[in-house]
Structures are given as C-alpha cells and as structure tokens.
C-alpha cells in the first residue's frame, strides 16, 4: 500500500513539475505553440467538437470576445485571423494541456504525461508527441478503463453530462438488472462505474457491446460508451445499435419453488428459468415460498417474490395476486413441497404442470402437499422413472399424465488432461499421489452421509493404495460426521471440507465419484461428477442412478451393500484404465443425454403442449446436394442462442450423403426437428420454400439454405425487431464467402448495395416496407440471401405465389411484397454467412435469363405498386449497368431493348392516390373506424397509394390494425386539411359520414380540385331524426357521389330530392383472425353476443331469455363480448340470476375470432343497426345467427331465405323459445349456405365495387374540369 501510494505521489508530481514549463515566454516559445497548434491540426487527431462539450467554459470563452467577433467579420482576412486564434485547438495548447484538459476522449493528458517520464522531463506538448511518436512505439494514450475510483473528478464529470444528455432511462436500468436495484445503488453512477464495462445498456435503443466492438476497432481501446457518444460519437459516424431486447409474446410462466438453497431441486429450477428467460418468448416470473442462499442469483435471472416474510394468509393472496398480473399465465410448480402454493391461489385460473424430484421416504414427509399435488396438477413432469414408478404405483396419478424428463446439467466443457488435473490439484492443495473419491450432497439421512464414511473406511483397510475422502456439502449432520472421523482416528483420509461454489473445480480433480445415497432421484452431483470424467459408484433401487451408470459408466452395487461399494471402488483404484474408461463413458452420456439444452426442450415442449403455444420460429432447411456443408450449417442453427424454435429439415433427392446428416441431427434434437424429405425432386426452389413455410407452425419464418451459415446469435439480434407488431420483415448484414469458407466482403461494403446507397447499410435501420421499396427493392433484389432473413409467415404464403415463375429473382418479388404489409427491421451486424459458388445461380453475375427476369420484375412493380418516375428512370439506369457487364464480358449478345422493354416501364400508368377522411377516427372502437381501416388497407394491397385524415383532438392510438406504410395526418380543423391536399394530391378523397358536418370539408376538397365519394355508415333515419339534417343534405348535395349500404338507404334519399350520382355498396366484412388463445369452454357450450353494452344493444333482453332456459340446459353458457356504460347494471341481473359462472361478460377482446369460432351460435339482440359486422363476422365461420325480425336492416339485407333465423317478437319469451329450437335441433340451418351467404359480403367481392366507383369518379370530375376549362 505504501508503495502505490508513494507511486501516486510521484506521478502527481511528475504532472505539476511538467506544468512548469508552461511558464516559459517569449517570441521563441510563442512560435513554439504556433507551430505545435499547426501540427495537431493538420494531423486530424484533435477532437473539437468533444472538447468543446466536455468543456462548456471553453465553449463560452471562446463564442464572446475580440477575436470571436473578427472570427464572423465579413472581411475575409479578418475571419480566417479570428478563426485560427479562437480555434478550440490553440486554447489547448496555450491553456487546455497544463489544466489537465484533454484533446479527444481517446487521449488524457494526465496519463500520458504522468506514464511517460520522458515526456515530462521535456518542454513538449504531449498530445503532440503521441501524434509524432507515441503511436508508432506503441505508447498507450489513456487507460482503457478509466480508472474512475482514481479519478473521481472524471466520474462526477461524467455523471453530470450523462445526467444532463437525457440518454439514459432509469427506470429501464432498474427494471433490466434487478441486482441494481435491490441494492439500491444511483444508476447512472452504477453504470458510469461498472455497468459499461459489463456491457450493461443505458436504455432500449442503446447497443453498449456493440458500441464498445466498433470503438475498439477503431481506437484499439475504449471508454464510457455513452459519454463518448454524448460528446462527440454523432460527429465521429458512431450510431446507435439497438439493444436486443429478445422478443417476448404476452404468455408468462410463473415457477413456484419451495426454497432457494444450495441444493439440487433449487439449482435445477435456477437452470431452467434461466433458460426459459434467456432463450425463449416466454415471459418468466418466481415465487418462492422461502428464501436461501441461491437467493439473489434468482432475483438476477428473474422477478421473484418470496412468501416466507408474509405471516396473513390473506396478505399473501393479495401479494400472489398482485404479483401475477396477468391472466396469460401457467404456473410450473417444483418438487412437491411447493404444492403448499395451493393454500394461497385458485388453483382452477391458471394452467399447471408440476417437476416432480423426490422418491417415497420423502413424499412421506409431505402427505399434504402429495394429495393437494394430485387434485390440481394434471401435467407431472419426474426427474427420473423411478419417481415416475412411485407416483402412479403407490399414489394413484395417472401414467398418462407423468412423463420422465432425467435431471440435467448445464455442462462447463472442462479440459480433463492430465496436466489440468495436476493444476487443479495444486490450486486447491489436494495431494497429487493420491486416489480422490468424492461424495456430494446436503449432510444428512437422505444422502446417507455416515455410509460414505463406512464404505471409505473398508477400502482404506483393504488397499494399499493412497486414498482420500471428501465430502462437499453441509447439513445438520456435518457436526456428527466430523466426530466418527475424529473418532476413528481417519480425519487425514477422510475430508468434509463444508460447501464450495463450484463442486466441478474438485471433481476435475477427482477419480471416482461414489454415491451412498439411500434415496435420490437423479442427483446433479453425480451429472456434475460424470461430466468431469468420473466413474459413478451407487446402490441399486436408491433412485434413478442405476439407469445412468448401467454397465458402462460406473458400478451399481446392491441396495446398502456396503462391502460391494468397497470392493468396487477397490476394483477402480487399482485399475487406471478401468477407471478413466468409464469415466470417460460417463462423460459422453452426460453430454449426449443429460445436458441443459436437450432436457430443457423436453420440458418446454410439456409446456408448449399444456399452454396450446406453438414455437415463435420455425426454420426451414431445404438442402439439395450440400452434404460438405451440412455440419456446419446445421451446427450454426442448433447452437442459436434463441431456442423458441422448430427445425424442419428439407431435401430435394440429394445424391450425395445429406440424408444420412439430417437424420443424424433429427434424432439428435429430436425435439424440435420434424424431416420432410421429398421423393421426386422438386425442381424449383420456391417450391421448397412453400413446402417448408406450409408444414411450419411458428409465427415467424427463417428460410436457412443448407449451404450457408451464421454466427449463434442471429437469431437474438434479427429477432428483437418484430417486439414491434408491425415489423414484418427482419434481416441481417452478410458476410460473403466462397465455397472453400474464403471470406470476400460483407455486402455493407459491396459494390451491389453502395452503388445505390453508400451509407443506408452501415446502420441499423426500421422503416417502413413502403420506404424500403422506394429506396432500394423497386430498384433491385438488396435483400441478398435468404438465410439472412426472418419474416412473419401470415404475410409469406400469399406473398410467395408471384415467385414460382422465376429461376433467380423469385426471391426479390418475394420480399418486395412482404415488405408492402408492413416495416422492415435491418441490422449492420455481418450476422449471416453467404456462400457463393462459382458458376452458379447466385454467383454468376447474368445472362440473357437474368435481364428478362428484371424487366419482368420491374414491369410488375410499377403495374402492381406506386412507383414514381424517379424510381423508374433508377431501374432503366440499374438494368444498363447490369447489361453492360454482361456485355463487356461477352456473356450476352442481343440488345437490351429485345431483352427489357423501356416503354412498358415509362409509360405504365401511375398509381392512383385514394385519400379516406373521417371525423374521430380515434376516438373509439366502433365498426365505422374498422370498415375504414379495413378499407384502406385493401386498397393499399391493391396497389393504390393510400393516406388517412383524421379530424381529432386526442393522440389515442387507432382502434384497429393499420398497415404501417399508410400514413395518418392528424387534422385539428377542416381549414387545416388545404395543404395537405396541395401537397399529397390525392387523385380522390372519401369521406366517412357518421354524424358530424361534413360539408366544410368536401368545400375544401373542391377548392384543391379533389372530387369526393361520401360514405354512409348509418341508416337514413339517423339523420332524419338530427338537428344536423340541413348539414348532412347539403354535405349529400355538395359530394361527387354518395355510397349507401343498402337500396332503401338509396331509394330514401333519391325520396328527398337527393339528386347526387348514389351507389349501392355493402360494407365489406373480413373474418376475424384465430389465434387459438381461447378454444372454447371444456365440456361446455355457449352462445355469443358482441357489441356496445348500451341500451341499442339490449343485452340486457337476451339475458332475461337465457335466465329462462338455462336450468333446462345446464350444459350451456352465454358469453358476451363488449363494453359501456351498462356493464354494472348487467352485472347485477346476471348476480340476481345467479348466473354469475355462466353468463360471462368478457369486456373488449383483441381474439374475437376465437369466440365466433367456438361457440354454437350468435345472437343480435339489437333494437336496430346501421349495418352491424357481428352477423357477417359470424357467418365466415357458418354459424347460425340469431335478429329480431323488426332489427333494421336485417330483413333486407338477408332476404326471406334461411341464412339467419328471425325472432318474431322482440320479447325475452319470444327469444327464449327461438333459442330452444336451436338448442334441441328443431331450427336447420345450412352451414354451407351461410358462409356462401357471407362470400357476397367479403373484400374480394365488395372491394372491385369501390375500385369501379373511384376510376368513374375521377373520370367524370376530370371531365368536367375540361368542359370548364
């Protein structure tokens, strides 16, 4: 200590003595500085910008005074004088250096002067001798960490402007590293501290591992990196590389463990909420019903709630509930002591599975929890077949429902050499010439502690072999085991040496491991022993052990046979190649059967099962022919570090020995692997690419080609993109490789890509797919290959019926109409590795093929998609490049014009632009705003550019899913929308009529030259029955044309003197998407309702009927969707019923398809409606549904057939029998008829009717815009 505190002395005073240099003056030393001034600056090293926010008072001397003012003279000569006096650089070098200032965040001052004596012992600038020597002899410019405890001035600097930047988001490192905050540390000065040199992130958007990779190859060193972005990282070309937060979906597993201790159920369930955590969507949360020493490495890994501090039982209720939060829940229970869990919960709200561990003597100890155990758990999960055996023998759960998963271990890799094993010895002071054997475990009866100490006292007396006997672990025996051994005059052989971190830093050093257990299911102990290399002794029938030793990985003896135990340890200690042989057994089984990954998979597959989840990826690998590169392809996928994943595994007939590869890797992980193998080849890859995507199930696609590969964590950093809904696409930078593995380029830096864009694929970047097409993909494929691309599968299946046609480019209009639903998520990170074969598809640059291929692409962008002429003159200028190539080299010969027609792409007509207007469109969820956004994303798909006005006063967000490449202009007042039209020049507006004036607005639309349709949402009489009447008339009189929804609406009008060009369009109706997060109600029937719990809507009615038959249909329910402001009072009835378990009010569901799918039948109870969706929306699933006759408009809209069935009178009793003839199957309904009946209502039908109504108004408008003119 005394020693660095002399060192410190020292350099402070090597710093001062250097400083008195700084009192030279003198014409010499002033020319000195001059020239030193002109040297750093012409060396480009000096960092204004940095040294101008690391130092405001710089900042501010230097913008006042003489020379700032001459610095902005308009005289020139004046200027550049002001300049290079007031340049930031001559303040350092005058000023800057002796106060301790430095020139750039890669260089301190202090240090380099303080760590090199030289340097101070001279009259130099020592910024200026790292510029001229130290680089070239290697000096070092700063220390690479900072050393911020030695330099508290730099930390509190640091703080600050970290503090002032309002980059960093506290709530989000506190909710991201929970030992942060349980230790209640400032977490800026945590992260300034230590937590950038963990690699912590400051907040969401913020990479800081990235950050550090990109500053080190630069600098070859680094430093806090979001103060150097604060200060100068912008100006320098650093970006921001996002964080990966790994994509979670709205499903949370709750694991509820007895306690944390050191031992094996705890650890284990340590391990697999880890991996649930790290490696999966799941969301992960833990109760503990007490603590222990693993205590705070669960609250690391998890957000944990520990009941043993909870005395009130209705406390902790209210805590677990709390807790929770969240209805999409299971609850994983393990070992059966945290059965207790079911004294606090509902054991019937959640789903269970339970992880099973102890054998009888134990369940013995807990005949409470075993019974609560068997009533509520359904799914078990054994850690071995003999609690398996137990379980269903002697306690009567039913063998369907346990199923044997083997204890794991999550594997060290370990070096076992012989040289290791002496290090190890050494290290932690064991003899070197003698026999180890190992016992393991918690010191007491279960573990059988004193029959370790008998069997090594038998072999001690019978070999005359050096032996030693330890014992890791404690308990409440240890004091005793210590007194026989002291007893027995053996405590120099036998060891119980307590509790050690890591056991496998002692087994590695070990020989034989020996288990004298009475009772163990599947002891990690042992794993972790075998992993290391050692035979495994154990007795038969005391647990799971014997089925892992076998013949070949150790010595199972008779049950408490302790002479055998001796005699076969015996055996192994005087037989070295005995022993390293089943060592070595024992290793491989525990790495090929018994690892963290492979156990793991089972278990999520339970759970996958129970929860009617599907894995999040699938990733399809269509292999023909690239049996060389199989291994390392399928390695790169098996080993993501985002395991949420199936593998289908593809081949198209291969000649070579692909088959045999793939089955090898398909028993391997036979979990997550499904083969599909074709037995005629296929002949197109886009085939393959369907074949996989149809048998897949996961919510996302990556198409991963067998020939290629990527690093283990592509899927972590592409997948963190689609947390936003509306990310359709996700993809990585590539590497390029040849097919020997030569690395030629990343494609970031390839001609390709910065040809059209030098810098757009130096960064990470989300956009809109439209943006993207515009920028890159109407232009050319930039997508490069496939297996660097992730993509939702709901959009691919229709996007990849435009690729069949083509051998090359399928691939690019692939990804162009993907893209066109959606945003697309781009990471720089070189992530994939793309093999490029010498005169293959891929590599060869083109030939006639490929020209014809463009044109046919490009000729389908601008026909299909908004393709402006800057686009299209890119396209012709990107196609006579590509041509020239090809020509210059002689591989085409025919002119371009025979091979890519220019007119077709010139003169295809432009797309139309089709704006949509209406009033509040996000002020609620009502079928206006879902007719409105359905019709503007139809619209969009059809090629149409398409933008939405809404008049509103709040930024609620929209009631219903818009494709993210619409726009929405938010309007505050009808003048406001002028410029808007002036600037988008819509081609024709549509204006959404539902109630409020809309005559202001078409006015302003004709001022623009804008012809307008007004769209009709309610029924006539609505209106007829307002004060706006006079409003809306001359808003129907002023439009160039009204849309109705149905011909009494239009015959109502023409009735009133309307005399405005009036069309019959329905509303379009789409069938509500299945997510499968409801599937019905087990062994129960119901009948559905959906909409506004208001008067109109006379729910209130249908309960009364359902009250009435419910006694004689006790296997019925009645399930209501909706929300309003009757709620309380239909609560109340449904309380005075006492129906509360059978009619239950679901309040506003984002799955409501799931309800239309699985009940019997739909009921609208309304009074009247515009034109209700719900009926429609029921009939796409052909259920029947249930109006009231005098329902307006139903009885014109569905005919006098028997596509819905009518209640005479809108009465409960009336209802009540219509609901009984369904019930009892006295009312037929044609299932078939119903959805035929709904087809007439679809989008494919009803969307051609507004596509001819738009082309004839802007024809006509535009018509008589000429005569006018």
């Known amino acids: 200590m005394l020693i660095v505190i002399f060192y410190e002395k020292e350099l402070v005073i090597l710093y001062e003595e250097w400083k008195a240099h700084r009192k030279k003056t003198g014409m010499v030393s002033y020319i000195k500085k001059w020239k030193e001034s002109y040297l750093i600056f012409k060396s480009g090293f000096f960092d204004a910008n940095y040294y101008l926010r690391a130092y405001p008072d710089v900042s501010q001397e230097l913008t006042s005074g003489f020379f700032y003012r001459l610095s902005i003279s308009k005289i020139k000569i004046f200027r550049l004088i002001g300049k290079a006096v007031n340049h930031p650089i001559r303040h350092y070098v005058w000023h800057g250096v002796y106060e301790g200032r430095n020139p750039s965040v890669s260089f301190d001052t202090r240090y380099y002067v303080e760590n090199n004596h030289d340097v101070a012992s001279e009259n130099i600038n020592p910024f200026l001798h790292y510029i001229t020597y130290g680089i070239d002899e290697g000096r070092k410019a700063k220390s690479i960490w900072g050393d911020f405890e030695g330099n508290s001035h730099l930390l509190s600097d640091q703080i600050r402007i970290i503090k002032e930047s309002g980059l960093f988001d506290e709530d989000y490192y506190l909710t991201m590293n929970i030992d942060v905050r349980n230790a209640q540390i400032d977490p800026i000065e945590h992260f300034c501290k230590y937590g950038w040199k963990e690699e912590r992130n400051p907040n969401s958007s913020f990479n800081t591992k990235n950050y550090l990779k990109k500053m080190s190859e630069l600098y070859g060193e680094v430093v806090n990196p979001l103060y150097h972005y604060i200060l100068c990282g912008n100006e320098s070309g650093f970006k921001f590389s996002r964080v990966n937060q790994l994509v979670k979906r709205d499903q949370t597993i709750v694991f509820i463990g007895h306690e944390a201790e050191a031992t094996g159920a705890p650890i284990i369930l340590l391990d697999v909420i880890e991996w ?76 269970k599975v339970a992880f099973i561990h102890e054998l009888e003597k134990t369940l013995r100890l807990f005949p409470d929890e075993t019974i609560a155990l068997k009533q509520n758990v359904q799914t078990i999960i054994s850690a071995s077949s003999a609690v398996t055996d137990n379980l269903v023998k002697n306690h009567g759960f039913n063998s369907e429902e346990v199923t044997t998963v083997f204890a794991f271990i999550n594997p060290q890799h370990l070096n076992l050499d012989e040289k290791y094993k002496i290090d190890k010895r050494t290290t932690l002071n064991l003899p070197i ?226 088959r045999a590869i793939l089955d090898d890797y398909a028993n391997k992980y036979s979990e997550i692997t499904t083969k599909l193998y074709n037995s005629k080849n296929s002949g197109n890859v886009f085939t393959q690419w369907m074949n996989g995507i149809s048998a897949s199930n996961g919510e996302l696609v990556w198409i991963a080609e067998s020939d290629d590969y990527c690093e283990n964590d592509f899927l972590e950093n592409v997948l963190c993109a689609f947390n936003d809904p509306e990310v359709v696409l996700s993809y990585s930078n590539s590497n390029i490789i040849g097919s020997k593995g030569q690395h030629y380029n990343t494609y970031d830096n390839a001609a390709w890509l910065t040809d059209l864009n030098e810098n757009k694929w130096k960064s990470d970047y989300v956009i809109s797919g439209y943006k993207e097409f515009q920028e890159a993909l109407a232009i050319k494929c930039t997508i490069p290959n496939v297996s660097g691309v992730v993509f939702r599968k709901n959009v691919a299946e229709t996007a990849l019926q435009y690729s069949f046609k083509y051998k090359k480019a399928g691939d690019w209009i692939f990804y162009a109409h993907v893209v066109m639903q959606g945003k697309v998520s781009y990471c720089a990170q070189a992530l994939n590795y793309h093999r490029r074969h010498d005169g293959t598809v891929t590599s060869k640059e083109g030939d006639k093929k490929g020209i014809v291929e463009i044109f046919e692409i490009h000729k389908h962008f601008v026909n299909v998609f908004p393709t402006s002429m800057k686009i299209r003159n890119s396209m012709i200028n990107f196609v006579q490049k590509e041509y020239n190539i090809y020509f210059e080299r002689g591989s085409i010969t025919t002119p371009l014009n025979e091979l890519y027609n220019f007119n077709d792409i010139i003169n295809a007509p432009f797309k139309i632009k089709v704006a949509l207007y209406q009033h509040g469109l996000n002020f609620g969820k009502g079928g206006a705003e ?36 619409i726009e929405v202009i938010k309007i505050n007042k009808d003048t406001d929308i002028i410029n808007h039209l002036y600037n988008d020049k819509p081609n024709v507006i549509i204006i959404f009529s539902i109630g409020h004036p809309d005559s202001q607005i078409i006015q302003k639309c004709h001022e623009v030259g804008v012809p307008t349709i007004l769209s009709m949402h309610n029924q006539p009489a609505f209106f007829d029955k307002s004060p706006g009447l006079k409003e809306h008339t001359k808003a129907l009189e002023l439009s160039d044309a009204v849309v109705t929804l149905l011909p009494s609406f239009k015959e109502h009008y023409v009735n009133k003197g309307i005399r405005t060009k009036i069309e019959v369009i329905p509303n379009f109706v789409c ?199």
């Open 276 to 351: 649930f955590d790290r490696h999966t969507s799941y969301k992960v949360k833990v109760i503990l019903l007490r603590g222990g020493k693993l205590i705070d490495r669960y609250k690391d890994v998890a957000e944990t709630l520990v009941l043993n501090n909870l005395k009130n039982k209705n406390d902790i209720k209210n805590q677990i509930d709390q807790f929770i939060n969240t209805e999409n829940c299971m609850l994983f229970l393990n070992t059966v002591a945290s059965a207790r869990i079911f004294d606090f919960i509902n054991a019937d709200k959640y789903p």
């Open 433 to 658: 010439n003698k026999k180890i054997v190992f016992g393991c475990g918690s010191v007491y009866w279960r573990k059988n502690p004193k029959g370790f100490i008998d069997v090594a006292e038998k072999i001690i007396k019978n070999t005359e072999h050096k032996c030693e006997f330890i014992w890791i672990g404690e308990g409440e025996e240890l004091s005793d085991c210590k007194s026989i051994v002291i007893k027995k005059k053996l405590e120099k052989d036998i060891k119980f040496i307590g509790p050690v971190d890591n056991p496998r830093d002692y087994f590695s050093a070990g020989d034989i491991f020996m288990l004298t257990s009475i009772e163990d299911p599947f002891p990690l102990a042992c794993l972790e022993a075998a992993e290391c290399g050692l035979p495994i002794l154990c007795f038969d029938e005391a647990g799971g052990m014997p089925l892992f030793v076998e013949k070949d990985a150790g010595v199972v003896v008779p049950y408490k046979d302790y002479n055998a135990m001796a005699q076969a340890a015996i055996t192994l200690i005087e037989d070295d190649n005995s022993q390293k042989l089943l060592g070595k057994n024992a290793r491989e089984k525990v790495l090929a059967r018994h690892t963290i990954s492979n156990s793991v998979q089972k278990i999520k597959k339970i759970i996958d099962k129970k929860l009617g989840m599907q894995p999040l990826v699938s990733i399809i690998v269509p292999n023909y022919n690239h049996a060389q590169y199989l291994h390392e392809r399928l390695q790169s996928i098996y080993n993501q570090s985002f395991q949420d994943i199936e593998v289908i595994l593809m081949d198209d007939v291969s000649s070579d020995d692909s």
């Open 930 to 965: 879902k007719i409105l956004i359905e019709k503007a994303n139809f619209l969009f798909s059809k090629g149409y550019e398409v933008r939405i006005y809404n008049k509103t006063t709040v930024d609620n967000p929209l009631p219903y899913k818009l494709n993210s490449n």
């Open 1071 to 1269: 069938q509500p998407e299945v997510d499968g997060k409801f599937n019905g109600i087990p062994n129960r029937k119901y009948i559905f309702n959906a909409g506004r719990l208001v008067e109109q809507k006379q729910q209130e009615l249908l309960i009364d009927a359902f009250a009435n038959l419910a006694s004689d249909y006790k296997d019925w329910d009645l399930v209501i969707a909706g929300e309003g402001h009757l709620r309380t009072k239909l609560e109340s009835k449904i309380k005075k019923y006492g129906l509360s378990n059978r009619v239950i009010l679901i309040g506003q569901v984002d799955n409501i398809g799931d309800y239309y799918k699985n009940c019997e039948m739909f009921v609208l109870s309304s009074k009247f409606e515009g034109f209700s969706l719900a009926p429609i929306e029921a009939s796409s699933f052909g259920k029947p549904v249930v109006v009231f006759k005098d329902c307006t408009p139903y009885g014109e809209t569905f005919g006098v057939n028997d596509i819905m069935v009518r209640v005479d009178e809108m009465t409960p009793l009336s209802l009540e029998m219509t609901l009984r003839e369904l019930i009892e199957g006295k009312r037929f309904f044609s299932k078939e008829q119903v959805i035929q009946f709904y087809n007439e209502y679809s989008p494919q039908y009803i969307i051609p009717k507004w596509e001819s109504l738009i082309a004839e108004v802007i024809k006509e408008f535009n018509a008589g815009k000429m005569i006018l003119l």
